[in-house]
Nanobody, 119 residues
Framework: QVQLAESGGGLVQAGGSLRLSCAAS????????MGWYRQRPGNQRELVADITSGGNTNYAHSVKDRFTISRDNTKNTVYLEMNSLKPEDTAVYYC?????????????WGQGTQVTVSS
């Protein structure tokens, strides 16, 4: 099993920046994908960005030119640099990974961290 520890959420003014971090630990042989999802009040959880073990990235259109995802494979950690934040970015952000162990791949989720952007 894998545990995901998130940090970096908080309250910022519109136009400001935050950096989210998520470290994976536990039983795993490799991590295929790490990323971030978010859930805004009244909406379904949606993909923000993810990154493969090889460094390929995928972004939601609404954040593509403002957010940057990266990972440090030696630390099993994924980062999300969020710049030019907007009030509509306000959400609970969830760390995600898909990890391999004993010929099986499983999805894992963090507990979520609140990001609030004031106007």
């Amino acid at each position: 099993q894998v545990q995901l520890a998130e940090s970096g959420g908080g309250l910022v003014q519109a136009g400001g920046s935050l950096r989210l971090s998520c470290a994976a630990s536990g039983s795993m042989e490799s991590i295929n994908v790490m990323g971030w999802y978010r859930q805004r009040p009244g909406n379904q959880r949606e993909l923000v960005a993810d990154i493969t073990s090889g460094g390929n990235t995928n972004y939601a259109h609404s954040v593509k030119d403002r957010f940057t995802i990266s990972r440090d494979n030696t630390k099993n950690t994924v980062y999300l640099e969020m710049n030019s934040l907007k009030p509509e970015d306000t959400a609970v952000y969830y760390c995600y990974c898909n990890a391999n162990y004993r010929r099986r791949s499983r999805d894992y989720w963090g507990q979520g961290t609140q990001v609030t952007v004031s106007s």
